[in-house]
């Protein structure tokens, strides 16, 4: 069964700390894996992209990182500031029609002043 | 652009009433998606449309929904009756192209209770 779970479920970080979200998939064929950040009460915003070739993305403190091979991604944040305070998604693409998106239920991080 | 543009952003209704929830994607994608998020099953994916063709509405749970894209520039998405398990958030993305690989950039949200 295709499934992506995210871990932790939920996490709190001191301000400019760094940390790092986790996504396990078992999604078959594999396309691309997105991650994207939710604000409270806001629709998602993409932050990175990966396909099957790519290992490492950035997008300013948000790095993604994809192992094809071992069908983990992670999401590292560098010197975390107060806004990052979000949900974070991961969403695998599997092979077929663009509908076949799978989602991970989410990280909420919360970072403390 | 105003971006990915939904209305109403809440809405609250009693169960049976029919309920009509609207987007407007961004001019010039082709692809637009409707999804419903809750706390319980997180996000999922309904329908989506590539150049106003619905292409994929496994995701629609029942017949009770229904969604169009009648131009390029606007689409419904129509619960009849509606039922007190069909409060979510629901929300509109739309993205350029049809690969799969596009970004996707979703609306503000409708939030839904059924009473």
């Known amino acids: 069964k295709n499934q992506v779970e995210q871990s932790p479920q939920s996490l709190i970080i001191l301000e400019g700390k760094n940390c790092t979200l986790q996504c396990n998939y078992t999604v078959s064929p594999f396309s691309n894996l997105r991650w994207y950040k939710q604000d409270t009460g806001r629709g998602p915003v993409s932050l990175t992209i990966?396909?099957?070739?790519?290992n490492t993305k950035s997008n300013g403190r948000y790095t993604a990182t994809l192992d094809a091979d071992t069908k983990q991604s992670s999401l590292h944040i560098t010197a975390s500031q107060l806004s990052d305070s979000a949900s974070y998604i991961c969403?695998?693409?599997?092979?077929?029609?663009?509908?076949?998106?799978?989602f991970g239920k989410g990280t909420k991080l919360s970072v403390k002043p | 652009d105003a971006g990915v543009i939904q209305s109403p952003r809440h809405e609250v209704t009693e169960m049976g009433q029919e309920v009509t929830l609207r987007c407007k994607p961004i001019s010039g994608h082709n692809s637009l998606f409707w999804y419903r998020q809750t706390m319980m099953r997180g996000l999922e994916l309904l329908i989506y449309?590539?150049?106003?063709?619905?292409?994929?509405d496994s995701g629609m749970p029942e017949d009770r929904f229904s969604a169009k894209m009648p131009n390029a520039s606007f689409s419904t998405l129509k619960i009849q009756p509606s039922e007190p398990r069909d409060s979510a958030v629901y929300f509109c993305a739309s993205s350029l192209d049809s690969a799969g690989t596009d970004t996707q950039y979703f609306g503000p949200g409708t939030r839904l209770t059924v009473l």
């Open positions: 969403v695998v693409k599997g092979g077929g029609s663009q509908g076949n998106l799978i």
């Open positions: 990966m396909t099957f070739s790519e």
């Open positions: 449309f590539n150049n106003n063709v619905p292409i994929d």
